[in-house]
């Protein structure tokens, strides 16, 4: 039984961002370091964050409950604004390297778009974050003991992989809607983006009221897959060839 939860949250938690890079990453090298780099400027993020919140409870008395989960959430939300911070550098650093990048591609011209390097760079900070949220829930399902049986909630792990699986998207999401806000100087956009990214931090601590936790953050995520859809350059048009299409397809097949 520990292995088939463990099996099934990994699929759940990690098996779309897999899907993504095998079918839309993997085969170019730039997106592969480009999404790397992604990673690792979310790593910094978490690490400085992570060094603060470490020097802020050395500072404070250790027996003061209250203060010790007042400085835990200080340090979750310096973490969301700190990711926010990388995010924007590495744009900036993206931007700067995107002459560099055509220098080394086969092409003549720049090897990826503006909204390719965000969604890629997007999906980077994603299976970071996904995997450091996710791998020690993962390690605990693997066993001994049963979920549960203390009066918790049997649905401890496949909420959590459900909520890493939401938290990817997201960030591959923000990163779209983020780096276009960049482009057109839309400050405004970045605001929104920074306020998502807390509240759906805030919404995480209601758990282990696990319904209301989940369904919010589901809801933030579809918004943000219809804002970054557009924001790339989609439309309404677009949907309609590709039901057009995929109709006459089917017409023809049969």
Known sequence: MTAAVFFGCAFIAFGPAFSLFIFTIAKDPLRVIILIAGAFFWLVSLLLSSLVWFIATKATNAQDLTLQKDLLIFGCVFSVILQEVFRFAYYRLLRKANEGLAAISEEDGPPLSVREMAYVAGLGFGIMSGAFSMINTLSDSLGPGTVGMFGDSQYYFITSA???????????????????????????????VLCLHLMVFSLSLLNPLYVGSILPVYAIMLLMAVWAFFSSGGSLHNITLLWMCRKSNTETSS
Do not use: K
């Not at 960030?171 to 780096?179: A, E, L």
């Open 162 to 192: 459900l909520m890493t699986l939401a938290l990817t998207l997201l960030h591959t999401f923000w990163g779209v809607v983020f780096f276009e806000g960049c482009e057109r100087r839309r400050w405004w956009v970045i605001a929104v």
